[in-house]
């Protein structure tokens, strides 16, 4: 099982910058994939950016140029940072991954942190 929990939100003014982070822990063979996702209420929870580890990162075009993902594979977390912030970008993020918890199995299961609201004020 694979636990996932998000930090950094909070209320920024337009142009500002936020950091957000997400922290892994549980008991897993591997993480193949982290990333977030973003939500506000009403529509649908829409990806933010994903990283395949290992891989290059994709980012919504919405996002392109203002957010990037890093991460820190010992310590197995991952960073959104946020510059430029916008008040569309107002929304609860979710970090998301994908694991392998049993290396017999293979098997690959999704997991969602609790969200963290971040909120751009105009």
């Known amino acids: 099982q694979v636990q996932l929990v998000e930090s950094g939100g909070g209320l920024v003014q337009a142009g500002g910058s936020l950091r957000l982070s997400c922290a892994a822990s549980?008991?897993?063979?591997?993480?193949?994939?982290m990333g977030w996702y973003r939500q506000v209420p009403g529509k649908q929870r829409e990806l933010v950016a994903i990283?395949?580890?290992?891989?290059?990162?994709n980012y919504a075009d919405s996002v392109k140029g203002r957010f990037t993902v890093s991460k820190d594979n010992a310590k197995n977390m991952v960073y959104l940072q946020m510059s430029d912030l916008k008040p569309e970008d107002t929304a609860v993020y979710y970090c998301y991954a994908v694991a392998i918890i049993d290396k017999n199995r293979r098997a690959s299961f999704q997991y969602w942190g609790q969200g963290t609201q971040v909120t751009v004020s105009s």
């Open positions: 990283m395949p580890i290992g891989g290059s990162t």
């Open positions: 549980g008991s897993f063979f591997s993480i193949n994939v």
